[in-house]
């Protein structure tokens, strides 16, 4: 537990130190800089795997001491793999529920969301008019997965060697619930700079890092348990890709709302994510038996 409360400042106050640099330092800001804002951010998630490796060091442990850098595929990386796009078709729906919000084909939201320069707007726009929404879907979703085994995962696992390696770990005494409450709550502070500098939520970026906690403790009960069930943290680098790569499928069909409401990280991601807790939950419980989310971390990994 020690190691654990020694880690969660010094990853923030370090990481946070690179965006201040890149904001203050440099005027980084994904609204006016997007392209070098990307670049940021790819390199602020290593940040918790090399505070991780350095501390590691320091303690003479070796990179893989926890056994959690596992590449043996089991049945759980294809769930948390596909898990990710089951969840955001089920959030446009919800999202669709919200008041003051329809579920339409937006061409403007993808326009400005890769920011397509103005004298080739009207070209994409005739593109996608043409192209059935369905087909749409598909290729995003296609396109997605792979995006998640490939440049998302080796990115994402950057953020998870820390949050659900080292701190799986450091928390070995510490029962499921607490534990993945406080790796969930330090992963959504740490978001913070980002979201200050216009990420998730560019119209509400102050009570979007709060909003932003709470996705990732959510988030972080889910990437936990397919952790614990794996034996391995590659499982939660495949599902925090394969969210960053689908979830953005929500923005195409929303008309209203707000960035409160909206997407994985609004309200309706909350309710979904909630709603696949509670499977998981009885799951574990009824189904499995595993009885994973009544042990502490340790007992989990040694079932």
């Given at each position: 537990m020690k190691k654990a409360i020694k880690f969660a400042p010094i990853v923030c106050l370090v990481s946070w130190a690179f965006a201040a640099i890149a904001r203050f330092g440099f005027g980084m800001d994904k609204e006016g800089?997007?392209?070098?804002?990307?670049?940021?951010?790819?390199?602020?998630?290593?940040?918790?795997?090399?505070?991780?490796?350095?501390m590691q060091k320091i303690d003479g442990e070796k990179f893989n001491h926890t056994g959690l850098v596992n590449f043996k595929v089991k049945w759980s990386w294809v769930v948390a793999w596909l898990l990710p796009v089951v969840m955001t078709l089920v959030c446009i729906l919800v999202n669709g529920l919200m008041p003051g919000v329809s579920l339409q084909y937006n061409a403007e939201q993808l326009i400005n969301q890769y920011h397509v320069p103005e004298d080739q707007q009207e070209m994409v726009r005739e593109q996608l008019g043409s192209m059935p929404a369905y087909l749409m879907v598909l290729i995003a979703i296609v396109s997605g997965l792979m995006a998640a085994v490939t440049i998302n995962g080796v990115c994402a696992f950057g953020e998870e060697f820390g949050w659900r390696n080292y701190f799986v770990g450091a928390l070995r005494e510490v029962k499921f619930w607490p534990a993945a409450l406080f790796i969930g709550f330090i992963w959504g502070i740490w978001h913070m700079p980002l979201i200050l500098m216009g990420h998730n939520y560019p119209n509400e970026s102050l009570w979007g890092s709060l909003l932003m906690v709470v996705f990732c403790i959510l988030a972080g009960i889910i990437e936990l348990y397919f952790v614990l069930k794996a034996k391995s943290m590659i499982v939660a680098a495949i599902f925090h890709g394969s969210v960053n790569a689908v979830s953005g499928l929500t923005i195409y069909f929303t008309l209203g709302g707000n960035d409160f409401v909206n997407g994985m990280v609004g309200l309706s991601g909350v309710i979904v994510m909630t709603i696949t807790i509670l499977c998981i939950w009885i799951y574990d419980k009824c189904i499995s038996k595993d009885n994973i989310c009544s042990l502490t971390l340790g007992e989990a990994l040694e079932r």
């Open positions: 800089t997007p392209i070098f804002f990307t670049v940021f951010a790819v390199a602020y998630m290593f940040f918790p795997m090399i505070t991780a490796w350095v």
